[in-house]
């Protein structure tokens, strides 16, 4: 018999739970007659790289998380509530050709 080989990819699957808190967010609100909808559109982007432990300067995997709120001073805020909640099925990573047209 001949020998044969076959590639494997090994995957590290563990998951290691990051949490992180993003605080003092400064909201816009619109100005008058700007707009017939209640609340201005503030779009929020969250950016999160990974490295390893032992190379912290070596470029990881990137994933982003959009999250739009509308507000309106003082008291109109969509979602509402003091905290957002951004699960990790939420995150996406990021493809270049979304941004070439723009570009």
């Known amino acids: 018999p001949s020998e044969s080989g076959e590639a494997v990819r090994v995957a590290f ?4 739970c990051v ?5 003092n967010v400064r909201m816009l609100t619109l ?13 929020l982007f969250l950016y999160l790289s990974q490295a390893p432990d032992s190379r912290p300067e070596k470029p990881g995997p990137v994933k982003l998380a959009h999250v739009p709120v509308r507000y309106d001073a003082p008291d109109y805020r969509e979602p509402t509530g003091a905290r957002l909640l951004v699960r990790d099925e939420e995150f996406v990573r990021p493809r270049l050709d979304r941004f070439e047209a723009g570009f």
């Open 31 to 43: 100005r008058p007659g700007a707009d017939t909808r209640r609340g201005a559109l503030n779009n």
């Open 19 to 23: 949490a992180y808190t993003v605080r």
């Open 13 to 16: 699957r563990e998951r290691h």
